[in-house]
T-cell receptor, first 114, second 116 residues
Framework: SAVISQKPSRDICQRGTSLTIQCQVDSQVTMMFWYRQQPGQSLTLIATANQGSEATYESGFVIDKFPISRPNLTFSTLTVSNMSPEDSSIYLC???????????FGSGTRLTVV | AQKVTQAQTEISVVEKEDVTLDCVYETRDTTYYLFWYKQPPSGELVFLIRRNSFDEQNEISGRYSWNFQKSTSSFNFTITASQVVDSAVYFCALRGMNTGFQKLVFGTGTRLLVSP
């Protein structure tokens, strides 16, 4: 299965600033996803990162707040913009390879907004 | 709509006890996949098992076993002779195949605490 490098692993940020999270995969993958896990909660899908086109966002998530890039089949970024303490969460990148329906997750980015 | 319910928020056991984590799912898709993931305190998600809707055979992997019953829409996970290292949050997840959309839907998770 794919190996994912997600950076940074954690960060403490000031409110009003933005943070960009990187997800690098060691092989080409079909689908890339970004999830948010708020403290003590389950994982919620933010968006599907599409190569060469705009990301597809889930209800409740907007591009202005969570802009996503996917310039190729091995890399994606998620930006958390104009952060507030409510954005404090773990953000996880996930990938699916080819027709295989298994999902691999990055190690996550633990974000604290103060 | 697809939904995964993990009714047990937190379970506490003493080492060497057996423990079962419940998972009930809802989907209208005739073909779907079910997953279990482990999330230790470090935060990463560790894949445990994937099961498709056509395979109701139970599976055992070491101390782990899974019981899939389509009749009750359940996919329960049992840890035999639990160990302290099993302490983590466990998530059950579902992916429907009929719609072609590859979204993975997670349950709310069950926190397992294994004390020595």
């Amino acid at each position: 299965s794919a190996v994912i490098s997600q950076k940074p692993s954690r960060d403490i940020c000031q409110r009003g600033t933005s943070l960009t999270i990187q997800c690098q995969v060691d092989s080409q993958v079909t689908m890339m996803f970004w999830y948010r896990q708020q403290p003590g909660q389950s994982l919620t899908l933010i968006a599907t990162a599409n190569q060469g086109s705009e990301a597809t966002y889930e209800s409740g998530f907007v591009i202005d707040k969570f802009p996503i890039s996917r310039p190729n089949l091995t890399f994606s970024t998620l930006t958390v913009s104009n952060m507030s303490p409510e954005d404090s969460s773990i953000y996880l990148c996930s990938v699916v390879q080819g027709a295989f329906v298994g999902y691999t997750f990055g190690s996550g980015t633990r974000l604290t907004v103060v | 709509a697809q939904k995964v319910t993990q009714a047990q928020t937190e379970i506490s056991v003493v080492e060497k006890e057996d423990v079962t984590l419940d998972c009930v799912y809802e989907t209208r898709d005739t073909t779907y996949y079910l997953f279990w993931y482990k999330q230790p305190p470090s935060g990463e998600l560790v894949f445990l098992i994937r099961r498709n809707s056509f395979d109701e055979q139970n599976e055992i992997s070491g101390r782990y076993s899974w019981n899939f019953q389509k009749s009750t829409s359940s996919f329960n996970f049992t840890i035999t002779a639990s160990q302290v290292v099993d302490s983590a949050v466990y998530f059950c997840a579902l992916r429907g195949m009929n719609t072609g959309f590859q979204k993975l839907v997670f349950g709310t998770g069950t926190r397992l605490l294994v004390s020595p």
